[in-house]
């Protein structure tokens, strides 16, 4: 497995110099709505105070050398400010922007988009929990706490971090727990599907989904489309060059996600109904999805899943999750051939990934 080896040239460098340092493996992106006013302990309009952090009523690996991760049971980077649920569906899902935390020790970022993808983290945990109610099966979720003025987990670490070592620890973190899920799903299963979750407020109002096809990309015809140089450049290229798909269906047709969300009443882009953004604002893709999709190879295609943040309030929220969770199971059972609503997940092999990484406190 790709990652395998240089997960065990890591382990013997932290060996020899004794874990001092943690292990570590251009595209704008929405803002979502005004950051908190006031004091940045306002919690009042964007959820509730997560309380005392680090907090005490969760397991954190302390001194390890090797995680046996286990599905459903939640991991923390250092000082928690990463958040890793390990899953056993071929799907996995982040939330680079949704955290609240704006820990003193970590300065304040002063370039570079900072404000916060209102209530994505929240959305993130209710697909999680949906999906174990309809699956029986977890996806793994990787959730950055930190709020985007601390760390943004969607950029490069220059931009990411600004240059503190605290920020890039996270920052490193974040994006090993990616490539570990990605690791668990390719030897399970052969393939699988990575969701970067945002936030938006684009005057359209719809939920995008960003596949690395620019809205020129997407203005052409179907049979445009439907050539080498687009499945290649996409994010999804190792679904789009699979046998008998058609890529401008998984792109946007019924069954694309756009389609799908949009059958359910959800606006969407690109679908059936929008094939393109027009005029209109259009996040086309992330450093994460951009990284950890298929675009450079491997079987692990990437969504960044634009919301707008109008379909977010706490009130109405739990629809807008329940649609989306249902899209990304028929999503994977249509094209992937994936059977998870009957009889849960069937795994093309019994292998557990084991990554080698060293947790400090």
């Known amino acids: 497995m790709k990652r395998f080896s240089w997960s065990v040239i890591f382990t013997i460098a932290g060996l020899l110099i004794l874990a001092a340092t943690p292990l570590g493996p251009g595209v704008a992106l929405a803002a979502g709505p005004p950051d ?15 309380g005392p952090w680090p907090r005490e009523d969760v397991t954190q690996p302390v001194d390890a050398l090797v995680i046996d991760y286990v599905p459903g049971e939640t991991y923390w980077g250092t000082n928690q400010y990463i958040q890793y649920r390990a899953g056993n569906l071929p799907i996995i899902i982040s939330a680079p ?17 900072r404000g916060q993808d209102f209530r994505s983290k929240e959305y993130t945990i209710e697909v999680f929990d949906n999906m174990f109610e309809i699956t029986g099966g977890y ?31 996270a920052w490193h973190e974040f994006h090993d727990y990616i490539e570990d899920a990605r690791d668990t799903v390719e030897a399970q299963y052969g393939r699988g599907h990575y969701f970067d979750f945002h936030t938006n407020g684009h005057d359209a109002q719809w939920v995008e989904m960003g596949l690395a096809l620019t809205a020129s990309d997407l203005n ?7 050539s080498a140089t687009y499945r290649n450049k996409c994010t999804i290229r190792s679904l789009a060059n699979t046998p008998g798909i058609s ?31 027009g005029g209109e604002g259009y996040y086309y893709t992330g450093y994460n999805s951009w ?5 450079s190879g491997g079987t692990i295609d990437g969504t960044q899943v634009e919301t707008h943040y109008g379909f977010l309030p706490d009130d109405i929220r739990h629809v807008f999750s329940d649609a989306l969770t249902e899209s990304i199971i028929d999503f994977m059972e249509i094209h992937y051939g994936f059977d998870l609503r009957e009889g849960g997940p069937v795994c093309v092999t019994d292998i557990v990934y084991i990554p080698a990484v060293w947790v400090v406190e």
């Open 97 to 113: 922007h949704g955290g609240y935390l704006r820990p003193d020790e970590i300065p304040d970022r002063t370039w570079g988009s």
């Open 247 to 277: 890529f401008p269906e998984i792109v946007r047709g019924e069954t694309s996600m756009g389609g799908l969300m949009e059958g359910r009443g959800f606006k969407s882009v690109p679908s059936p109904a929008y094939p393109h953004p």
């Open 220 to 226: 052409r015809s179907d049979g445009e489309l439907d």
């Open 36 to 50: 908190e006013p006031g004091s940045s302990h306002d919690w009042s309009i964007y959820g509730p105070d997560p």
């Open 139 to 169: 996806p793994h979720v990787i959730i950055n706490e930190l709020h985007r003025i601390k760390l943004d987990a969607n950029r490069d670490i220059g931009e990411a971090a600004q240059g503190d070592p605290l920020a890039e620890q």
């Open 291 to 295: 990284h950890h999709g298929s675009r």
